[in-house]
């Protein structure tokens, strides 16, 4: 079984400032992470993901995570915010080889860029 | 056209309406996928297709019915719905099912359904 927590469902920065978005996962296997973004009104869009190798993962738009397997962790950075980020991010968790169906999903944060 | 589309973007039904969701995938992938997004809630899995048999079906209730005459097209049939079915429906597809290391899920930009 695998399950994904995202904390604070609300997260608000200034332009320019740091963003940081928690995820935490649990599975049985060793896991594939992955970070999606959904701007108003569109569908969900590929950020990043993780599978093996590099921990550190850069993805678009200068978002970038890092697997911590000591601590369950796959936070999403970014050094600087643009108001253009402004959107919901949903991390997500999978089994690999077991299956897309076993795509198991956080319930998202909301990113607020303050002008 | 490139990627996942969907129609129509916004769907207003009563509840003794038919209505169909359409899908359609132009990245050449062999499954495809139906989730349901509701506030305040995770992506829940609907339905999967691989080389346009269903595989799973996530104990979906039967008045959501599926079909994938293609590899290409996905759809839902949506009869009798309830008010409580209203979200935004997304379809993706990925180029197989065996969430192997490539196997990315693309979405569609999703029908928001209302049901009255």
């Known amino acids: 079984a695998q399950s994904v927590t995202q904390l604070g469902s609300h997260v608000s920065v200034s332009e320019g400032a740091l963003v940081l978005l928690r995820c935490n996962y649990s599975s049985s296997v060793p896991p594939y992470l992955f970070w999606y973004v959904q701007y108003p009104n569109q569908g969900l869009q590929l950020l990043l993901k993780y599978t093996t190798g590099a921990t550190l993962v850069k993805g678009i738009n200068g978002f970038e995570a890092e697997f911590k397997k000591s601590e369950t962790s796959f936070h999403l950075t970014k050094p600087s915010a643009h108001m253009s980020d402004a959107a919901e991010y949903f991390c997500?968790?999978?089994?690999?080889?077991?299956?897309?169906?076993?795509?198991?999903f956080g319930t998202g944060t909301r990113l607020t860029i303050i002008p | 056209e490139t990627g996942v589309t969907q129609t129509p973007r916004h769907l207003v039904m009563g509840m003794t309406n038919k209505k169909s969701l359409k899908c359609e995938q132009h990245?050449?992938?062999?499954?495809m996928y139906w989730y349901k997004q509701s506030a305040k809630k995770p992506l829940e899995l609907m339905f999967v297709?691989?080389?346009?048999?269903?595989?799973e079906n996530n104990s979906v209730p039967s008045r959501f019915s599926p079909e994938c005459p293609n590899s290409s097209h996905l759809f839902l049939h949506l009869h009798t719905l309830q008010p409580e079915d209203s979200a935004l429906y997304l379809c993706?597809?990925?180029?197989?099912?065996?969430?192997?290391?490539?196997?990315?899920?693309?979405f569609g930009p999703g029908t928001r359904l209302t049901v009255l």
């Open positions: 297709y691989s080389l346009e048999e269903r595989v």
């Open positions: 997500a968790v999978s089994a690999p080889n077991f299956g897309n169906e076993k795509l198991t």
């Open positions: 993706a597809s990925s180029q197989d099912r065996t969430g192997g290391v490539t196997d990315t899920q693309y």
């Open positions: 990245l050449g992938h062999n499954a």
